[in-house]
């Protein structure tokens, strides 16, 4: 399964935010998305999913598995979204929904597109949430998301994410809001599950430390614009591009400070 994203532009109100923008995300893949806010890495990303915000419009092309996925049906999308392409976003808090179990939420993918029975979804949801490493799994599927903490949260992302086993993970920001230890252990969680089943992977970040961990190569935004790409290894030893410059010089303070 191949991601191709080809001259992709979005506008907010007649104004670009992402201008002529293309990759591909080969089968197995780890691509990350970086840049600065404002960049236009999280519009990318939505725009793959069809679920810009209503003001924004999107041209060009998106292709998934040879088909063509921009501007079709949201219904047709919908049936890909959970199935074939999971997503984790920035803020579990605003994804989840607060009056439903986080175990319901779990199982909910598999009842939508693979027909599961409501035991069938409660049994995977408690399997996923040991998977991601929630704790006392039996237990947590019973709470609500108010009553976990941002870390466990992101881990019920992630596992909703992972429930119908897609081919393609996109992760948008998803460590942003934890702490340096909590982050450590998500991104290591996302790189072995994500090389365990197989899965090709998105990640939008603006930290270069953080997508040294999990992808192999990278495109640099700046402004809705690709100036720099190539891999991981080769922008944190010899960036190019200014932008790329001032992101490894972040990245070194952080780790300085960490440290």
Partial sequence: MTLEVEDLRIEIGGRPVVDGLSFAVPDGARLGLIGESGSGKSLTALAVLGLLPDAASATGSVRWNGREILGIPDRDLARLRGDEIGMVFQEPQTALNPIRTVGRQIGEPARIHRGASKREAATLAVELARLVALPDPERIVSRYPHQLSGGQRQ?????????????????????????????????????????????????????????????????????????????????????????????????????????
């Fill in 155 to 259: 881990r019920v992302a992630l596992a909703m994410a992972l429930a119908c086993e897609p081919d393609l993970l996109i992760a948008d920001e998803p460590t942003t809001a934890l702490d340096v230890t909590i982050q450590a252990e998500m991104l290591e969680l996302m790189m072995g599950l994500t090389a365990e089943r197989g899965m090709s992977l998105v990640f939008v970040t603006h930290d270069l430390a953080v997508l040294a961990r999990v992808a192999t190569d990278a495109v640099v935004l700046e402004r809705g614009r690709a100036v720099e790409r190539g891999p991981v290894k080769r922008l944190l030893t010899a960036p190019e591009h200014p932008v790329t410059q001032g992101l490894l010089r972040d990245a070194t303070a952080t780790l300085w400070r960490a440290g």
